[in-house]
C-alpha cells in the first residue's frame, strides 16, 4: 500500500509540468490615449493579472502622439514569451527577451505575450515621453497607472 501511494504520487505531479508559454493566451487590451497640449492616459489605467496565466496584451495607441508603456517592478516579474507586430494579418517583427518598456507610435499597436511568475503591485507604468505644447511628460499630464499581479 505504501508503494501505491508513492507510485501514485510521482506519477500524478508529472502531469502537473506543462509549459507555461504554450497555454491558451487571455486577451487585454489597454489603449494609449489623449490630445498634444491636452492631456494622455492609458485607459483603463489599472491592469490586474494572475501569475502562471499566459496573456496576449494587445497596446493600441489611438492618440494623436507616440506613448511609452513601462513599467521597471512589472517587467522584472514576469517571463515575455515575444513582442509582436503584425501587419494586414501578416507577422512583420517578432521581438523575444527581457523588455522594460514598448514605444508606440500613433494608430499602431502591438501585442506582449507574457507570463507573470511574481506577485506585487506595481504604481511606476507610465510615458516619459514630453508633450510637443506643453513640454511637460506625458505621465505629468495623466499618463500613469497601476499593474496589479495576484
Known sequence: MKYLIIYFFFFSTLSLSVDLTRQ???VKTVYLKGKVGVNHYYDPNELIFLT??????????????KHYFGSDLFAKSI?????QLTRNTKKVVEIKGIIY??????NEELEWWFVPIKTGTFSDLECRIKDNKTKLNHAEMG????????
Open 143 to 150: 499618463m500613469h497607472g497601476k499593474i496589479i499581479i495576484k
Open 79 to 83: 517571463f515575455t514569451r515575444k513582442i
Open 24 to 26: 491558451k493566451p487571455i
Open 101 to 106: 518598456e514598448v514605444e508606440v507610435w500613433p
Open 52 to 65: 502562471g496565466k499566459l496573456y496576449k496584451l494587445t497596446i493600441k495607441n489611438v492618440s494623436d502622439s
